[in-house]
């Protein structure tokens, strides 16, 4: 079954707030890239096209929204667990999507495209 989504054409990417009770919230400090210098990021990265097609598979081709926060999970688990070594990719029913709210509208914002 294929996604409905168009994502060999569109970079969606997945990142994940882990939150310990006492230590407050992993950010990787990635030095890697040239561009940017040394600097402090969440994990994740790109979501990866199995993703999406395992997503659309388990939806049955269904609705495009419940894919792409399916198909993000697993990629952000995925990059969690290559950058840190943290495996959440068989509970992926711990993540819950964030809804990013801009404080004057308290409108979900639209995705940053680069």
Known sequence: MTSSL????IDYR???FVVHESSGLLL???TRKKKKGPHFQLPGGHI???EFEAAAKAS???????QLLEAAKAG???E???ETGVDMRNQLERLQPAALKSSSAQKE???EIK
């Open 6 to 9: 168009d994502y060999r054409n």
């Open 14 to 16: 997945g990142f994940i």
């Open 28 to 30: 990787l400090h990635c």
């Open 48 to 50: 990866d096209d199995f």
């Open 60 to 66: 049955g081709g269904g609705n495009a929204r419940t």
């Open 76 to 78: 952000a688990a995925r």
């Open 80 to 82: 969690l667990w290559e």
């Open 109 to 111: 914002l639209s995705c």
